[in-house]
């Protein structure tokens, strides 16, 4: 595992990076910038509520993200409508985030982001990774990988960088009733796993980090409608694809 960056309040941060393609590293650098500010948020979200309500799903998870996508882009759309050809059939869709970053800049991109949230106890033992991650990870990018033609159509797009991402945030929780050890080590295991989990399905993410809780913010992130559950980190699992060009769609 790389060395962790500390965040003040927040606790370690670590990152894994594969891949190299244009734009991916002006992208990773927005990423990397939106995974901390949303930390952030969810930091000041515990520190106010001793709840770790943003770990119930896609929605709530929103209440963190999109406070850092207003600090962070030039202006952003949220349930953009477009429509999609997965699967052979073409249908109308909505992507989570349409984002414009370094507007009216010789550097300017159109970003559009799907997110998912799962779940995840840990330790992570044998074929204990769950299935359902996998489903939304797999439907996350067959989503994006279908609005490709969609976004072609558009003049605009002749002359504009357009790049897609996938990311699925998933909480890490560990059963206290169970009453096992969890360490560091469990939290970066559970990161490697999941990132092989992935692979294994030929869609591997390529931007990925995980939050490990500090002890202090572990101890009063509580879980409303889990009272066994205990929080102990995030992992935040993203595709970054290449850019959208007119022999992708043909």
């Not at 990076?17 to 952030?40: A, D, M």
């Not at 000041?44 to 207003?70: D, N, R, W």
């Not at 800049?105 to 159109?110: G, R």
């Not at 359902?132 to 002359?159: M, P, R, T, V």
Request: net charge positive; with cysteine; aromatic share 12%.
């Amino acid at each position: 595992m790389p060395t962790p960056e500390h965040i003040y309040k927040a606790g370690n941060l670590y990152f894994h990076r594969t891949e190299q393609f244009r734009l991916k590293g002006i992208v990773s650098k927005f990423l990397e910038k939106l995974i901390k500010q949303t930390i952030k948020n969810a930091v000041k979200h515990i520190e106010l509520t001793e709840c770790a309500t943003f770990c119930y799903g896609e929605l709530q998870m929103h209440s963190i993200i999109v406070p850092a996508l207003a600090k962070l882009t030039d202006c952003f759309i949220l349930e953009y409508p477009i429509r999609r050809g997965c699967k052979k059939y073409d249908k109308s869709g909505r992507v989570d985030y349409y984002c414009i970053n370094d507007c009216n800049k010789q550097k300017e991109y159109h970003l559009f982001i799907e997110l998912k949230c799962g779940q995840q106890g840990i330790p992570i033992r044998c074929n204990s990774f769950r299935r359902k991650n996998i489903e939304l990870w797999k439907e996350a990018n067959s989503q994006l990988n279908g609005i490709a033609k969609e976004i072609f159509l558009y003049k605009d797009c002749h002359y504009k960088n357009v790049m897609r991402v996938c990311i699925e945030v998933i909480p890490l929780y560990a059963d206290i009733s169970k009453a096992e050890k969890i360490d560091t080590k469990t939290l970066q295991d559970a990161f490697q796993t999941s990132i092989k989990a992935f692979q294994e399905h030929n869609i591997q993410p390529n931007f990925s980090a995980l939050w490990e809780f500090r002890p202090q913010l572990r101890e009063i992130a509580n879980a409303d409608l889990y009272a066994n559950r205990q929080y102990w980190g995030l992992l935040f699992l993203c595709r970054i694809m290449p850019p959208i060009h007119s022999g992708e769609v043909l």
